[in-house]
């Protein structure tokens, strides 16, 4: 199953592989935009049924990781249309995925300013800068201002990302950056329309969603989410949570989004309180919509998740960094090639564009 085509609403994917989300920090210009490299980078990997490309703030004040591309100025809508034209010429299907990282940012990317979050509560941890590893600092808390412009500026991305080329766009409300720093009871104390309860900490999505669904159409939005993650960004799992996610996974059945994301466990949460550790088994059930699973997959376990009913399509990560022929070797049970983690944060070719792919005249058939 994992190599038939799939019908994602009115797009045809050539399988059910999808190229997960991967920051990589190779737009190292003043412009932060997408570059010939990152074009030839996704173009390698076209093969993949669908790629999402790696995190693209949707503002200045979004940011928070050296030279990650935006989506936000003409110069980087004419960036990522390099990526697009590319991956388009070699038969793929690229979605952009769109990213506030709130109060995982640091003052150093924002002009001396601190990042906003729903709460003015540090996540303590070490926030990677242009001048080095630094302890992250106390955000400051979102006036509704400040949220109605975030809503704006995700409207706004999602318009950018139509005009760069991009066939559909990722809200990224998960692993948590900002949109999940307001689903989450530890990161969201507000007792105004958007904390308190499930339905307010969760409004914020529908807000953008229902923003972004006026400039493009709503069957090319997806959305990711991260149920479990704990010990992550400076989050946990509360008893809260999962009904948070739960409210949030069936409204969606509301909007006829193009799928929706969503990512097993990054850790073992088995003897975690109040923690899933089968998120596709509990949200299958939910989610009436086209259904992406993520996390840790091999090809056979791929082909078990599909055949059991349990996801519609399935995304790698790490596999695609060094194997931009992916696609092929596990068609072929051919062995992956190990990515180098010193160079997934670099800047030039070594560890992006150089990985070497198998050339069918050197598979033995038989």
Do not use: C
């Not at 003052?107 to 990042?115: A, K």
């Not at 160079?343 to 005249?361: K, L, R, W």
Request: no cysteine; net charge negative; charged share 20%.
């Amino acid at each position: 199953m994992l190599f038939e085509p799939y019908q994602l609403d009115d797009i045809l994917l050539q399988n059910r592989i999808v190229m997960a989300p991967l920051t990589r920090g190779r737009a190292a210009n003043s412009q932060h935009k997408a570059n010939e490299l990152i074009a030839d980078y996704y173009r390698q990997r076209a093969t993949a049924g669908l790629i999402i490309t790696e995190g693209s703030q949707i503002s200045p004040m979004g940011v928070g990781y050296s030279n990650t591309p935006g989506i936000y100025s003409q110069e980087q809508i004419a960036g990522w249309r390099l990526t697009t034209d590319a991956v388009h010429a070699a038969e793929g299907k690229i979605f952009i995925q769109l990213w506030h990282v709130g109060r995982m940012s640091h003052p150093d990317f924002l002009n001396g300013e601190l990042p906003l979050a729903p709460s003015a509560i540090n996540p303590d941890v070490i926030v990677r800068t242009p001048s080095g590893k630094k302890t992250s600092v106390t955000p400051r808390e979102m006036t509704i201002a400040d949220i109605q412009q975030v809503i704006t500026d995700f409207a706004q991305a999602a318009a950018n990302a139509v005009e760069a080329g991009f066939d559909g766009v990722e809200i990224h409300s998960s692993n948590g950056y900002l949109l999940h720093q307001f689903f989450a009871p530890d990161t969201n104390k507000r007792t105004d329309q958007y904390g308190g309860n499930i339905t307010n900490r969760a409004r914020l999505l529908f807000e953008v969603l229902d923003a972004m669904k006026e400039k493009i159409p709503v069957n090319r939005i997806g959305v990711r989410l991260n149920p479990s993650a704990h010990q992550v960004q400076g989050l946990k799992i509360e008893q809260e949570t999962l009904p948070t996610f739960d409210y949030i996974i069936n409204r969606l059945n509301d909007y006829n989004l193009a799928y929706l994301h969503l990512s097993e466990p990054y850790n073992d949460v088995s003897e975690v309180p109040f923690a899933e550790p089968r998120i596709a088994q509990r949200y299958r059930p939910v989610y009436k919509g086209n259904l992406m699973i993520n996390r840790g997959f091999t090809s056979e376990k791929a082909n078990r998740i599909l055949e059991d009913g349990l996801a519609d399509l399935v995304a790698f990560g790490v596999p695609f960094i060094a194997n931009p022929d992916l696609v092929y070797r596990m068609q072929h049970q051919l062995p992956l090639a190990a990515a180098d983690p010193a160079t997934y944060y670099t800047t030039g070719e070594s560890g992006f564009t150089d990985y070497p792919v198998f050339h069918p005249a050197t598979v033995n058939h038989q």
